[in-house]
Nanobody, 123 residues
Framework: QVQLVESGGGLVQAGGSLRLSCAASGRTFSSYNMGWFRQAPGKEREFVATISWTGSSTYYADVVKGRFTISRDNAKNTMYLEMNSLKPEDTAVYYC????????????????WGQGTQVTVSS
């Protein structure tokens, strides 16, 4: 199995940027398709972005497309989420997740989850 730890969250003003990291340990990181999800208070966990194990395939939720960029460095066992032009509605706990099966927008596909990192965007 793999252990995931997110970092990089914080408080930022609207229009600002943050870069989240997801560090993996355990089984070979490059074996996993990875994803970012987020959950705001009182809302269900929602898909943000996903990246294939090679990094060659990415997919984004419409609400973040053009503003967020997902990437990975398999040599460093780390995945990233570059977030630009942040909006107050981006405020949530952001989770990274891993699965060995496929690139997917569905949380239930993901076998492993990090503990989350809080992102707060002030207006």
């Amino acid at each position: 199995q793999v252990q995931l730890v997110e970092s990089g969250g914080g408080l930022v003003q609207a229009g600002g940027s943050l870069r989240l990291s997801c560090a993996a340990s355990g089984r070979t990181f490059s074996s996993y398709n990875m994803g970012w999800f987020r959950q705001a208070p009182g809302k269900e966990r929602e898909f943000v972005a996903t990246i294939s194990w090679t990094g060659s395939s990415t997919y984004y939720a419409d609400v973040v497309k053009g503003r967020f960029t997902i990437s990975r460095d398999n040599a460093k066992n780390t995945m990233y989420l570059e977030m630009n032009s942040l909006k107050p509605e981006d405020t949530a706990v952001y989770y990274c997740a891993a699965n060995t099966q496929l690139v997917s927008i569905h949380p239930r596909v993901y076998e492993y989850w990090g503990q989350g990192t809080q992102v707060t965007v002030s207006s």
